[in-house]
C-alpha cells in the first residue's frame, strides 16, 4: 500500500482542520486536527537525523501518557524510521535491554522520563530529543500523499512483556497495522463521530493502534495521563462513547460505580474487553453498568494482533469464549501432534492472516520457534465450540498438571470469581513431592469483605471436580500484573514457592 498510518491523518488535516483530534484529561492540551498535523511534522523533522543501527533505522518513544505519545507513531512514519515504544513502567536496566537489543541511537522523550533516557543514551551512544525542545510550526507544507511508498518498511518493534525470560521485538510493516486498522474499523464499528477514551498506556500497542485507527476515522480521543476509576466513570458516563478496558480496570470501575450508588452511564456505547480473560460476572456487572453500550471482546497476543471478535449477548453467554475470527484471520487450534483439532479438542491457538508480524528483531530462531505451517502460534490453549466460538482455557505453560490430571486454570479461576467476596483471583500450580502440582489460588476479596480458605475450598468443591478445587489460598491486596493488567504467574509462583 501506499499511503501510510500517517497520511490518512494528514487526510483528515486537510479535510476538517479545525475538528478536535485529541485532548489531555486533568488540564492537559487540546488539538485539532490542523494542529495535530503541525506537531507531527515538527516532532518528525526532529526524528529525521536519527542514524541507524545494526536493524535499521530506529527511534525509541520513551514518553509520558500525552498527546506527543501517539503522535511520535505517526512522526517516525513520516521520518521514515520504525518506533519502538518503550514502557514508561520498566526499571532502567529493563529500558536499557530494550535500546540496546533494537540497538536505536535516538531516544525521543520528555517530561519525568527525561533523566532515564539520558542515562540510558549515554551508555548506548544514543541521541536524546525531548518533545518539550521542539517547537510546532504556525503552518507546514501541503502534505504530497502516496509518495514515500513505505507499505513495506518496518513500521513498530513492539516488545513483549517478557513475563519469561528477556523480552523480544515483535517487528510490524506499515502495511500490516495498517491492515489491522481498518480491520478494528471495520469490526468495532469506529467512525468520526466516536469519542473515544484511552484510559491505558500508549506505549502498549492495542492503545495506540486504537487511537491511531481513531484518529485515521476523524474521530476524537480523549487521553488519561493515568488511570483513574473515578476519572473513567465519569469520562464513560458524560463523554466518551467508545472504550478499550482490561478486565482489571472493568472491575475497578464497577467499584466505583458501586461506591457512588450506581449512577447512569449515558455517553458510553461500546466497549472492548481484552488483554487477560475476565470472568462471566465481569461481563454481567458491565452489562449492568453500562445498558446503553455493547459489550465486546476482542481476543489476540503480540505477535497474531486481535485474531477474534465476539458481541456479548446476555442469552448466549459462554465462559472463556473469546467469539469467532476477524476479517482476514484464519484461527486454527492444533493438538500436539501439529494437527488440526476437531471441535471440543484442545489445543494450541494458531493465526494466518492478510498479513503477519514480521518476527522477532535479530532472532530468526525465536521467530521460527513460534510459526507451524505458516500460523503464528499463540501459547494460549483454546477450544473450538459447535456454533464457531473459541473459547481459551489457559496458557500452555500455565496448565497446571496434578495427580496425571490435566487441569486448565482458566476454569477454577471461574468459579472462584463467582464466590461473592472475592473481586480477582489468579489460579497457579506449585510444586508438590506427591501430586507434581498442587491447585493455589491467590485471591483479592471485595471492600469490606474476608474471605477464609477453607470457606472457599468448600465453595469450590462443591462447583468443580475434586482434583481441581484450590488446596491453597493466598489473600493479598491486590494480584502482581504487567503494565496491561495481565497477572503475572510467575511471580506468583516465585513468591508462593518460597513460602514453602
Known sequence: MRLSIAENVAVRALAHPDRVAIEVLDGGASLTYGQAWRRVMALAEALSAAAAGRHGRMVALLLPNEADAVLAYFACQMAGVAAVPISTRLAEPEIA????????????????????????????????????????????????????????????????????????????????????????????????????????????????????????????????????????????????????LVPSMTAMIEEEWRRQDQPPVDAFRFMISSGAPGPLSLTKAAMAMFPKAQITEAYGWTEGGWVTFEVKDPDTLLAHSVGWPTFGNEVTVFNEAGEPCAVGEAGEVAVKGLTQFGGYLGKPEATAAIQHRGYVLSGDIGIWQADGRLCIVDRKKDMIISGGENIYTAEVERIVHEHPDVLEAAVVGLPDDRWGEVVTAMVVPRQGATIDGADLETFCRERLAAFKVPRRVEVVSELPRNPMGKVQKFRIIEELSGDQ
Open 97 to 244: 535491554f530494550v535500546v540496546g537489543d533494537a540497538d536505536v541511537k535516538l531516544i525521543l522523550t520528555g517530561g519525568a522520563f527525561a533523566a532515564v533516557a539520558h542515562k540510558v543514551a549515554a551508555a548506548h551512544g544514543a541521541q536524546v530529543v525531548r518533545v518539550e525542545d521542539i517547537a510546532t510550526p504556525d503552518s507546514v507544507a501541503r502534505p504530497m500523499l502516496g509518495e514515500a511508498g513505505r507499505g513495506a518498511e518496518a513500521c513498530v518493534v513492539g516488545y513483549t512483556s517478557g513475563t519469561t525470560g528477556f523480552p523480544k521485538g515483535a517487528l510490524y510493516s506499515n502495511d500490516h497495522y495498517l491492515t489491522a486498522l481498518m480491520r478494528w474499523g471495520w469490526e468495532f464499528g469506529l467512525t468520526a463521530d466516536q469519542v473515544m477514551l484511552v484510559p491505558g498506556p500508549l506505549f502498549h500497542l492495542s492503545y495506540a493502534g486504537l487511537s491511531m485507527a481513531a484518529l485515521c476515522m476523524g474521530a476524537r480521543i480523549r487521553i488519561m495521563p493515568e488511570f483513574r476509576a473515578e476519572l473513567a466513570l465519569a469520562e464513560l458516563a458524560g463523554h466518551c462513547s467508545f472504550a478499550f
